[in-house]
């Protein structure tokens, strides 16, 4: 049991060793520690300014928690964990190096609005790590887009062959919905870019302090307007596990087609060894484990999300110790999303398309079905009449083991009188990819201006980073 808490005043007991391992948070809060720094610095530089400590207060605690910076990026400094948490365990180091002049430090300030403002600089941090990954990824995409851009494969729904598409249209795909996740996050971080700091335990201060002070040296663009909402405000938190839920679905859609794509039923695509893996007991397996694991880390960020919404509904005003569970759903998903789009980034560059491959599958399936059916349309055909037509012929063309481009014209025929010679260039499954000319459509320059816009306009911040 220990005695020595900096809280410890109003208590006759030390606190039982039971809570005090149950209620620590120091074993994963430390990952705030540059955070916490940097908010001591401009809370310390502020108190100075507004005359509420002295200068002389002021430098040593300054060169004190820049010496404990240094102390931990280097290692060298141990925590112990019976300071509960990174703010009391950086401060029990700054008393102990300067003496009890230290302690000047917190005046103006509650574990309540330091952690919440950590939190709010760890958030954004995490933000810009994410976003620089998704325009990694974005960029890995949008090269073998480009490098391929004559592969046709069968786009699929249901699961079954539909309709012939570019690789590089299903490949740029993913890029609209990784741009779209970018967006969401770049939205996200106005609300995360304000300042709590000032809001104090939850009514803000006695102390003249200049709260635009310190959110302009810290970076934030606002300040928070409502200190009983700011220490107990964790939304922002909330709205990041939920973008990062979404980048997982997307991550752990285009896993299961990579690995469709690299099965043996399909075998689309070819993976490098060094990126995939050996089964212990079948020597001829090389397993895409990258992607599986991916798709299978999806389910931890949700759950992150839901672990915290739980956290969060029940919670009276203001901060209760419930939010200190923030901390590990976020810490670990911002980890698990990070390293699937490192992997996922990695397999995509390494992955080789088997073009020969992709054009066999191309050829089987009836994928100019709705083609023929629009021919008949522009010779004349209702829609609906010649849909059954196409149909029949496709039906026709299984029974005897035939593909549409197997057909004589005079088969055809018999199906419907309309059809001619210029039926066989609808039947050549490139043509028809091709005049599917219009934007967002698949056709060849249709998909290459949606590789030039998404390559001027979604990337734009990382190639200025
Ligand atoms: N470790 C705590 C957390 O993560 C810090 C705030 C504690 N405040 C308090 N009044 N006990 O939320």
Redesign the pocket.
Known sequence: MTNDKLWQGRFSSPMNQTLETF?E??SF?WQLYSDDIAQSLAHCEMLVKQGIISEDTGHEITRALREIKEELDSGALKLDPKW?????AIEARLIEKVGASGGALHTAR???D??ATD?RLYVRRGIGEIRGLLKDLMAAFIDQARRHIDLILPGLTHLQHAQAVRFSHHLMAYVEMFHRDDERLRDALKRVNVCPLGSG?LSGTTFPIDREFVARKLGFDDVTRNSMDAVSDRDFVVEVLAAFSLIMVHLSRFAEDMIIWNSLYARLIELPDALTTGSSMMPQKKNPDGAELTRGKAGRVFGHLIALLTVLKGLPMT?N?D?????EPLFDAINTVGGCLRMMTLLIKGMKPLGERMEEATRLGYLQATDVADYLVRKGVPFRSAHEVAGKVVSYAIKNGKELSDLEIEELKRFNASFEEDVFKVLIVERGVDQRRGTGMTGREAVLSHIAYAEANYLKEYKEV
């Not at 509960?84 to 009391?88: K, Q, R, S, T, Y």
């Not at 939010?323 to 901390?327: F, H």
Request: hydrophobic share 30%.
């Open positions: 209620s948070s120091l809060d509960e948490d990174i703010h009391m509650s574990r309540n330091q952690v939190l335990a901060y110790r939010l200190q569970e923030d901390k």
